[in-house]
Every structure is written in structure tokens, then in C-alpha cells.
């Protein structure tokens, strides 16, 4: 059974960091594509950063671009995503997502396997 777990969410003060954290199990997913997503309360749920399988090619949203970073550790079977400079708009629940295509797609039917989400809050 294919596992997504997120960590590391919470509750920040503008300008802050936080770490996110998506560990696997159930599969390797040394050639899948990864990325990040989020939903605020009342939006779509919109792609945030992506990192390919292959030549570890990333993108990311416009918004977070410079302040973002997504990262992927396949020993270990998990993605980070490094949030700094964080703004009260980047209030969202968090979701990670995996799937075993290698090259990196920005849509939200893309991806085969998600996580249950981790709440990231960041005040004003």
C-alpha cells in the first residue's frame, strides 16, 4: 500500500522558514516525478513546485519562486520543500504528490499518489 506522509507544517510569522517533509512508503520513487501542492480555504488547489526523476529539472510557481525549494532525497524516499521568507498569502494546507511518470507535469490529475496534507499558517 502506497503511503504519503507530510511533516512539518505549522504556524510562522511572516518573513519565517519552515521545512517541509514528505517521507514514502509502499514504493521507490527513485523515477517519479515529484512536486508539492497547496490549497488555500475557498481556492483551487494549485501546484507549487516539481522536481523531474530523471535530471532533477525543477519548477515552480511564480509566486514562490526565489523563495521556495524543492528537494528530494531518494535514499531515503522523500521530498522536502524549503519555505522562506514566508507571506501571510502562502497560508495553505500543503499537499505532496508522486507519480511514476519522470518528467514533471503542473496539473493536479498528473499525479497518481498524495499525501493527507500538513497546514501551513504564517501571520501577519
Known amino acids: 500500500q502506497v503511503q504519503l506522509v507530510e511533516s512539518g507544517g505549522g504556524l510562522v510569522q511572516a518573513g519565517g522558514s519552515l521545512r517541509l517533509s514528505c517521507a514514502a512508503s509502499g514504493l521507490s520513487f527513485t523515477n517519479y516525478r515529484l512536486a508539492w501542492f497547496r490549497q488555500a480555504p475557498g481556492k483551487e488547489r494549485e501546484f507549487v513546485a516539481g522536481?523531474?526523476?530523471?535530471?532533477?529539472?525543477?519548477a515552480y510557481l511564480d509566486s514562490v519562486r526565489g523563495r521556495f525549494f524543492i528537494s528530494r532525497d531518494n535514499a531515503k524516499n522523500t521530498v522536502y520543500l524549503q519555505m522562506n521568507s514566508l507571506k501571510p498569502e502562502d497560508t495553505a494546507i500543503y499537499y505532496c504528490a508522486a507519480d511514476p511518470k519522470t518528467y514533471f507535469a503542473l496539473g493536479y490529475g498528473d499525479y497518481l499518489y498524495w499525501g493527507q496534507g500538513t497546514q501551513v499558517t504564517v501571520s501577519s
Open positions: 522536481i523531474e526523476g530523471s535530471n532533477l529539472s525543477t
